[in-house]
Each structure stands twice: as structure tokens, then as C-alpha cells.
């Protein structure tokens, strides 16, 4: 079992519709990160929380650490939102942070 | 700032050639890392240093070395290619400080293909 689970695996959905991408992990966790890889392959940052919530923009973060879950949202999405989405804890190793990820959701969002 | 920058973009290689990945950034960063993503599978960590002078190996590190050169420059070094090998590599840095404190920069990554 993947220490990291994201659900769904694919999403489609119409513009201006509201998305949720969920991430369960198994493990503690001193933080957890939300990335975006654009169809050309790079990866971006988008949040790195350890409690709560935060909100950037059309996009908002939350997790819970108790139940072990977070959530990524976009409100109002648009065609240019669609991209692969991970979800990353970031674990203490032998004294060293090293983050762990998710298989990714591959979103498309259709005008 | 260029940020993470890698090189090469693309490579071909045969099974049994040997090569080098560059990774070098300009962000002052003391943490550095390589990571592939293979298709259906997240990104997996293959080696790290977390600072000059230390390199650590990851969940996947057989088959590659590495050299944190300086500061700024981590390699990775593919010594016997096999196809098993062919994947997309990402490099990348965090701070452990400041602004950029445990947050992840990722170069545009290599694809790379053994034949």
C-alpha cells in the first residue's frame, strides 16, 4: 500500500465547475505539500501546510492531520487549471526531511 | 534568478553507456535532490544531500551516484545505462531557512531513454 494515496486518479470537469482533489497518507508527517506539473513537465510549488487551511488565489488547501487527509480545491476552474496535481508528505528520516508523493490526479478542464 | 536548472533536456542512450546529469542552482539552498517519475508511479527520491559535503541515498538509489560539487551543483551520474533506467529525472532544492524553509524548487527535468 502507498504511504500516499490521491483520489481521483483523472478528472474532467467543465469550466467555472468546483474541484476537489483528495490525499490520504498513512504516516506521520511533519508537512504536506501540494504541487502542479504543467502538460510541459515542470513542477511548481503550491502549498506546503502542517495544519489548517491557506488559500492562494482560486486555490485553497486544507488538511486535517488527526484523520490523516488533505484536500486541494479550485473555484471557478478554467481550461488552464488542467494539469497533473501531487500531493507530498514530507516524512523525518534518520534525522534528514525527505518527501514522499502521490501518484498525481490528472485534471482536464474543458471550456 | 534562474532558479533549478538542468541538463541535458532529452537523451538517447544505449544500454551499457554511461553518463552524467548536471543540476545547478542559485538560490543559496544547502538541501538538494534527484528524483524519477516513471509513468503511473509518483516521484521517487533516488539520492539527496542535504547539505555540501553530504550525499545520502534515497528509495531508489541502485544503479546511480552522485556528487554534490559544490553548493550549487548536485550530479548524477548513470555509470552502466539499462533500459530499466529510462525515466524522467527532476532535480531539486530547498532552503533551510527563510523564506524558502522546506519548500521544494524543481528544475524542468531530463528525459531520458535507454536503449
Known amino acids: 500500500k502507498n504511504e500516499v494515496e490521491q483520489s481521483p486518479q483523472n478528472l474532467t470537469a467543465q469550466e467555472g465547475e468546483f474541484i476537489t482533489i483528495n490525499c490520504s497518507y498513512s504516516?506521520?508527517?511533519?508537512?504536506l505539500h501540494w504541487l502542479q506539473q504543467h502538460p510541459g513537465g515542470g513542477i511548481v510549488s503550491l502549498f506546503m501546510?502542517?495544519?489548517g487551511k491557506k488559500k492562494h488565489g482560486r486555490l485553497i488547501a486544507t488538511i486535517n492531520i488527526q484523520e490523516k487527509h488533505s484536500s486541494l480545491h479550485i473555484t471557478a476552474s478554467h481550461p488552464r487549471d488542467s494539469a497533473v496535481y501531487i500531493c507530498?508528505?514530507?516524512?523525518?528520516?534518520?534525522?534528514?526531511?525527505?518527501?514522499?508523493f502521490g501518484q498525481g490526479t490528472r485534471l482536464t478542464i474543458n471550456p | 534568478n534562474a532558479g533549478v536548472t538542468q541538463t541535458p533536456k532529452f537523451q538517447v542512450l544505449k544500454t551499457g553507456q554511461s553518463m552524467t546529469l548536471q543540476c545547478a542552482q542559485d538560490?543559496?539552498?544547502?538541501?538538494m535532490y534527484w528524483y524519477r517519475q516513471d509513468p503511473g508511479m509518483g516521484l521517487r527520491l533516488i539520492y539527496y544531500s542535504a547539505s555540501e559535503g553530504t550525499t545520502d541515498k534515497g528509495e531508489v538509489p541502485n544503479g546511480y551516484n552522485v556528487s554534490r560539487l559544490n553548493k550549487r551543483e548536485f550530479s548524477l551520474r548513470l555509470e552502466s545505462a539499462a533500459p530499466s533506467q529510462t525515466s524522467v529525472y527532476f532535480c531539486?532544492?530547498?532552503?533551510?531557512?527563510?523564506?524558502?524553509?522546506?519548500?521544494?524548487?524543481f528544475g524542468p527535468g531530463t528525459r531520458l531513454t535507454v536503449l
Open positions: 501546510l502542517s495544519s
Open positions: 507530498a508528505v514530507r516524512l523525518i528520516i534518520q534525522g534528514a526531511q525527505k518527501l514522499v
Open positions: 531539486a532544492s530547498s532552503g533551510t531557512s527563510g523564506r524558502d524553509y522546506n519548500e521544494q524548487f
Open positions: 538560490m543559496n539552498h544547502n538541501s
Open positions: 504516516v506521520g508527517i511533519s508537512a
